[in-house]
């Protein structure tokens, strides 16, 4: 007889469901009933309105364990095969530092970071970013850079809007080399359609016969071309037209910047300064232009400013060019962008320095050099006379010979029309793939040596009038940190200064900052999913095609649409790609003219910037006063509109953290008048396993998987932003020039750079919902019991601004801080920085409605963890009221005062509150005191003295 229990109640069929949800049992009791409720049920019942309650369970596979999904996601990655993939056209093969890869890539402190809106908490990615933007601005000899944009063709892209904006040339008409990237004409292509710009793509040679805005030129071309080009700038120039101009960041080493041959804009990927292909992203891209046209510069900025002790601080610049403030006015719908790995690239710089990454440069050079010198020995002909790493190659009848032979010996060449073949070369490549190369074109008989060849003269491939000659990358930093040791502590430092998942929860509404599961990390780096290119055959990337079938399957089933675009990188290129496929609809039915789109006045900033993006007509729908749509403007508008009517982008549950009971009628009246309902899925979080878009009426909706499905914020991006669309909608989503997807119409232009966007992040997303399963219900559960538990603990202190059914809030709630301003003049900033103080990060800061916070626990969160920010909330809620009884001054008291740092209480203490009670007001922040880095940090300065560089080691030590 035994006393331990049998195997049958042993197994552990929610082993991951318990880990990924942080209330235990016990803890999810203790809160039910806080909120008088005898289960879980009830609160369901309560809260999620019975017109759209899913009352099933959802059809995804049974949940498995860590190690199942990982042994059945490691089969699918098997069937990868990791070839040498010469293919260039802007993916290349990259060694990523390990130091950079372990502490950085797969670093919880770096990865599950939020965008630096919070800079006092930021310091340490805000100084990654300008390291980005410094190494952006050597490179390009340019003055200003931004911090990455999403891939080089929406860079391209946004480049040509840019030009728009800032052009003084009345024409309509952009131009674009017919030798830039395929994939870059697309997006190109695609967004000029969009915005109603003619485009012209046509060999330079025939750019001065145009008038044009702006032009689009790459460097070296998509041939590995290297071109001088000056008369083609003057002539643009002379226009009043700007050159946009595609740079290779590695080729940039050696070649004269485009910024000092005259370019008005230098972009493109920064994929081969560490980062690994993975089938296509994610990768930062670079953007820089001149400091004149800041105003009009997409994407986010860093600039350094002071804090309130006068210290140098950094912060995010000029945010008042973008769509969170512009909304349909904005340069740009960039939300989530590529942070983490332009925080990769840049820290290869960092890492290598100017002479490291110059000697990497030249290498690949030589190699390029020898190979072609070889190559012309033996008679054969090149199409592009110069060339930094890439060669294209007549082969006329050879071709299918040499690719075969290619096969055997796992290369992949770019294969061209008319016998051409082209390969590029890369930091991984070597002199045995160099004389492999011999073999494969030439035959195995070549009697070629790299050594002989090496010891020789070769004719230059870099024309001697567009050699280098300009210093890069002197500042400090890019020459400190070039031992492992010192590099390791750099990126410490830098981490330690900043507030990540791992120190705390950040309980930001609309983000969902969940858990992101180490064992949802892990297999990103495998080599079957990091290194392969995204132009690779598919025979070559089976695992990752039945990764992304199964994936898509699920988020049909998840959602209830027919079909799935994987191509988008951020939740905002899915509102852009879901509203192009609404205007193909309309054009395919003869409804060109439908060009409305109705926005409630609570949406999030992208949705008018997309809706202007495809160039639809922007009518705002006002919200009643319990934050719903208020369904009679609605009804007003959407007649007024009538057979003008595109669609309406509505956000469920609201941004007011509501679910809306009228969701069903607002979608009825929106297809009574013909239009589509585009509907904003960032907070699918909230109706996973109970509700779906598709059943409510959506006949399109993007999914955050960097929110809904565990792909970490980074630090602001990566992102992946798939759209969920109807089958009548199906036809119309992006399809790619390079790699043809099955199902949309073939003549569908792209919207981002790869097939299927950030293709290496997916099994984040796929990990998650195999370890979840039909489970997937209890997270969305339990995200609304964590925020009604919020909600009523805090609600007596601060007011809760909407609610629904029964008095209940879905998954975020929103507190009211403006009476309390009105009183006290405390404001909602106020108490965001004396969270920090607290070992917070804030909640959203006045979003969707000023003077207010909006808070998001997610499942992930214990009860534990929610109460100890209950503790800070209801302690600073004291604080205030000292401030309202006159015992501190109004403006010397510690949320006035916050953040506090060292710098404060290291001086003469001179304050009316303690020094305790400034930086050590709960046992936990004595036990874990996490300091933030600077004191508030003065935006306004900061925009009026512009500064977006390093600053001098000198400057610093004043
Ligand atoms: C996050 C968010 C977006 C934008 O998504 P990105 O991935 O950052 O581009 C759009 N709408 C809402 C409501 C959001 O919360």
Known sequence: ??????????????????????????????????????????????????????????????????EGALA????????????????????????????ILRNVLENPGWYTAYTPYQPEIAQGRLEALLNFQQMTIDLTGLELASASLLDEATAAAEAMALARRVAKARSNLFFADQNCHPQTLSVVRTRAEAFGFELVVDAVENLPSHQVFGALLQYPDTHGEIRDLRP???????????????????GLLLLTPPGELGADVVFGSAQRFGVPMGYGGPHAAFFATRDEFKRAMPGRIIGVSKDARGNLALRMALQTREQHIRREKANSNICTAQVLLANIAGFYAVYHGPQGLKRIAQRVHRLTAILAEGLARKDMQRVNQHYFDTLTLEVGGSQTAIIESAKAARINLRILGRGRLGLSLDETSSAATVEQLWSI????????????????????????????????????????????????????????????????????????????????????????????????????????????????????????????????????????????????????RGEAHRTICLIPASAHGTNPASAQMASMRVVIVECDKAGNVDLDDLKAKAAEAGAQLSCLMATYPSTHGVYEEGIREICEVIHAQGGQVYMDGANLNAQVGLARPADIGADVSHMNLHKTFCIPHGGGGPGMGPIGVRAHLAPFVANHPVIELKGPNPENGAVSAAPWGSASILPISWMYIAMMGPQLADATELAILNANYLAKRLGEAYPVLYTGRNERVAHECILDLRPLKAETGISEEDVAKRLMDYGFHAPTMSFPVPGTLMVEPTESESKHELD?????????????????????????????????????????????????QAVTPTAHTRAHKYWPTVNRVDNVYGDRNLFCACVPLEDYRE
């Open 868 to 916: 100890r920010f209950i503790e800070a909330m209801l302690g600073i809620r004291a604080e205030i009221a000292k401030v309202q009884a006159g015992e501190w001054p109004a403006e010397d008291n510690p949320l006035k005062r916050a953040p506090h740092t060292l710098a404060d209480v290291v001086g003469i203490w001179e304050r009316p509150y303690s020094i305790e």
């Open 72 to 99: 059945k996601l490691r089969a699918h990655a098997q069937r990868n095969e990791v070839w040498t993939s010469l293919i260039g056209m802007g993916y290349h093969g990259t060694l990523t530092p390990a130091v």
């Open 1 to 66: 007889m035994s006393h331990f229990p049998p195997l049958s109640q042993l197994q552990q069929p929610d082993a991951f469901l318990r880990r990924h949800l942080g209330p235990d049992p016990a803890e999810q009791q203790a809160m039910l009933e806080t909120l008088g409720l005898a289960d879980r049920d009830e609160l369901v019942v309560q809260t999620v309105p019975p017109a759209i309650r899913l009352n099933r369970p959802l059809d995804l596979p049974p949940a498995l364990d860590e």
């Open 232 to 250: 083609l700038i003057d002539h643009l120039h002379g226009q009043q037209a700007l050159a946009c101009v595609a740079a290779d960041l590695l």
């Open 441 to 588: 074109f030439l035959g195995a008989d070549h009697g070629l040596s790299v050594d002989e060849l090496d010891a020789g003269v070769l004719v230059p491939g870099i024309p001697a009038t567009l050699a280098r000659e300009s210093a890069y990358l002197e500042h400090p930093v890019f020459n400190t940190h070039h031992s492992e040791t010192e590099m390791l502590r750099y990126l410490k430092q830098l981490e330690n200064k900043d507030l990540a998942l791992n120190q705390s929860m950040i309980p930001l509404g609309s983000c969902t900052m969940k858990l992101n599961a180490t064992s949802e990390m892990i297999p990103i780096t495998w080599p079957e999913f990091a290194a392969i290119h995204p132009f690779a055959p598919l025979e070559q990337a089976q695992g990752y095609q039945a990764m992304i079938a199964e994936l898509e399957e699920w988020l049909r089933a998840i959602t209830g649409f027919d079909a799935i675009c994987m191509q988008p990188n951020s939740g905002a290129q899915g509102e852009y790609a879901g509203l192009l496929a609404i205007r193909k609809y309309h054009e395919s």
